[in-house]
């Protein structure tokens, strides 16, 4: 009997354990995302604009931040060879959008960057977008060099690091900017829960 209850007890465990890490790319080690993760950072009121760095669009141009002053902008960074993570963050964004009220979503626009600017060049942001099926007119694809790209992480609060061979360990967060590039808003992952967000985007649009 106690055999049974042993075997029982350690299948359950195995079914525990299985689901419970289900939710990580196979690239990612658990603990390392769990501790990347983190609380996102507090809006400091400051733009993200008056940082000086270069960017560089999947159609070859390029750009400085400050550019992108005037609408509200949602953020994200991610890689364009990761294997489910930034795919799903892609797919919640577009629910975002689909989420908000039509005027809403006509003033609000979507920035990706790159944090493997080593192999995501202007032609593989050009083959992610059209894998993820992402509207020029409203997506933004951008690499920068390392160092930039390593700045701009750490003013969002973004947490990545190598994980195996071309793969990056990396939290899942999504920042709001207001018109001139402050941040308003921030979300570890979307997932099921838009609410807060949606939110935050029509509230910096009536300021």
Not at 48 to 59: G, I, M, N
Not at 67 to 83: D, S
Not at 99 to 104: E, H, I, L, Q, R
Request: proline share 4%; with cysteine.
């Amino acid at each position: 009997m106690s055999l049974r209850c042993c075997g029982l007890g350690l299948l359950l465990s195995l079914i525990v354990l299985s689901l419970a890490t289900s939710t990580f790319d196979r690239h990612e080690d658990r603990a390392a995302l769990l501790a990347m993760a983190g609380a996102p950072a507090k809006p400091s009121g400051e733009s993200l604009y008056q940082l000086p760095s270069v960017w560089v669009t999947d159609a070859g141009s390029s750009l400085k931040l400050a550019q992108l002053r005037g609408g509200t902008r949602v953020l994200a960074m991610m890689f364009t060879h990761c294997p489910s993570l930034c795919p799903t963050l892609v797919r919640d964004l577009k629910a975002l959008d689909a989420a908000m009220p039509a005027k809403t979503r006509a003033r609000t626009e979507y920035v990706l960057v790159t944090i493997d600017p080593e192999h995501d060049d202007a032609a593989a942001l050009k083959a992610f977008r059209k894998r993820m099926v992402l509207d020029p007119r409203r997506w933004l694809l951008l690499r920068g060099n390392a160092r930039d790209t390593q700045e701009l992480a750490a003013v969002l609060g973004v947490n990545y690091g190598k994980g195996d061979g071309r793969n990056y360990t990396h939290s899942n967060l999504v920042t709001v900017l207001d018109g001139q590039g402050a941040i308003v808003h921030q979300q570890v992952g979307l997932g099921d829960d838009l609410t807060r967000t949606v939110a935050m985007i029509q509230e910096t649009r009536a300021r």
